[in-house]
């Protein structure tokens, strides 16, 4: 989350007058994350997430993702829900012809160093949110998939990545190359958050108690979503790998959704790829990203040692299946 559009009070009061939700009391802008402009409101009448869709987004992806969640909420997952306009639409348009939702506001709050048990409970709930979203009847292809990489890569120069840091451009080219020889590889696939980052999952203590965010999801290989996962909940701050959340995240998940052997097979390769793509696009906002713009830049050689480590694993038992 961030905030791109700036928008005043009296901007996000008279916004509101096409909703059934009360007067606006509070609106603060969300400064993290890096893609859309996230305000949170107060009203008379509770709590709402404001959001306006910004570069990444395109239009005609919206009614994936907001009927996703009306999908996955009819069968028990907790996540938050875009609330309908009183003339029945669920997106609006701002004056700058930028498209935008109110969605409920969720209870809970993230955790920056979650514990083994929380790691395991989020592998639970991915494995239920695959299985959740295998009846859903609408599919969006990941723009952020091996071609979207090479995309990206083409709209940096070397120069700029050197910059970041010596010899980035090849490790990037080199790993790019990599991946083109699994092209054609079929897994089994469905709909995939692809950004199950701490930042977008709440918990109550030790539950998890719901999940936000899913404006990258798509439909791609289920066990490429495990590899996200490995990269974003299973590493402490000092970029120390630590296996015994990796093994409970793997465990959690196959609780409700086995892996077959292809997939545990493909592990360790679609962490690299995480780890690739995470690279790229924090890569790409580091350079792009406004002066102006109420937003932090992430840095992208976390993602740099994390492909590191990942391109030195041999099997997936040092991932912890």
Known sequence: MAVYTHLTH???????????VGELRLAIGIAEGVE?????????????????????????????????????????????????????????????????????????HAVSRPNPTQVGEVGQVLAQMHLAAADFDIARENA???QGWQKLYEHMHPEQLEQIEAGLATLIADELSYHAQYADETLPAGVIHADLFPNNVFFDGERLSGVIDFYFACNDAYVYELGICLNCWCFELDGSFNATKARRLLQGYQTHRPLSEAEIEALPRMARGAALRFLLTRAYDWIHTPADAMVTRLDPLEYAHKLGFFQAVRSPGELGI
């Open 10 to 20: 009296e901007d996000i009061a008279e916004l509101l007058t096409g909703y059934a």
């Open 144 to 146: 952020l998939g091996p």
């Open 36 to 108: 859309n402009s996230n305000y949170l409101l107060e009203t008379s009448q509770g709590r709402y997430i404001l959001t306006v869709y910004e570069k990444r987004v395109q239009v005609e992806d919206l009614p994936f993702f907001l009927k996703l969640k009306e999908h996955l909420a009819a069968r028990g997952i907790a996540c938050p829900l875009p609330i309908a306009r009183n003339d029945g639409a669920l997106v609006g348009t701002l004056t700058d012809h930028k498209p935008y939702a109110l969605i409920s506001f969720l209870l809970g």
